[in-house]
């Protein structure tokens, strides 16, 4: 898969979630997935504006391939070999979900110029599941 495009994150939010996604992924995902694995479709940086209902859709559309990703992420982490830090297959695979997720959403809010904290709002607020 092509590597996508990755513009100064820290510019767009502070580098408090930078430091989260750094933190998350070496603690859950030591050998268990690549990070290759969690990548999002392939598409140039575009400025998106959220007044537009063309570029809500689009965002929409990326935040949903962002959480069928995570899923598939979470899901093939839980199928490797066992981790002793988890004391079940449940919390490693949600775990390495919530690090995926953040990631492409923090990919999605750089290549798209928008504001991190606004993007999260959105994603969760289309997660079907509760938030803790």
């Known amino acids: 898969m092509a590597e996508l495009e990755t513009p100064d994150v820290c510019a767009y939010s502070g580098c408090v979630h930078l430091g ?4 998350c992924g070496l ?8 990070r290759s694995e969690c990548e999002g479709a392939p598409e140039p ?4 504006d959220l007044a537009v209902a063309a570029d809500r859709d689009h ?8 959480a069928r990703t995570a ?7 839980a199928e490797g070999p066992a981790d ?3 004391v079940n297959v449940e919390t490693l695979r949600q775990h390495a979900r919530a690090y995926c997720q953040a990631l492409l959403t923090e990919h999605f809010a750089a ?6 904290d606004a993007v999260e709002r959105i994603a969760a607020a289309s997660d079907p599941r ?3």
């Open 20 to 23: 989260i996604i750094i933190l």
């Open 59 to 66: 965002l929409a559309a990326d935040l949903a391939s962002a």
């Open 45 to 48: 940086v575009r400025p998106l």
């Open 130 to 132: 509760p938030q803790p």
């Open 71 to 77: 899923q598939q992420y979470g899901d093939r982490a």
């Open 111 to 116: 290549i798209h110029r928008l504001d991190l």
């Open 84 to 86: 002793p830090r988890y």
């Open 27 to 34: 603690s859950v995902l030591a050998g268990a997935c690549s």
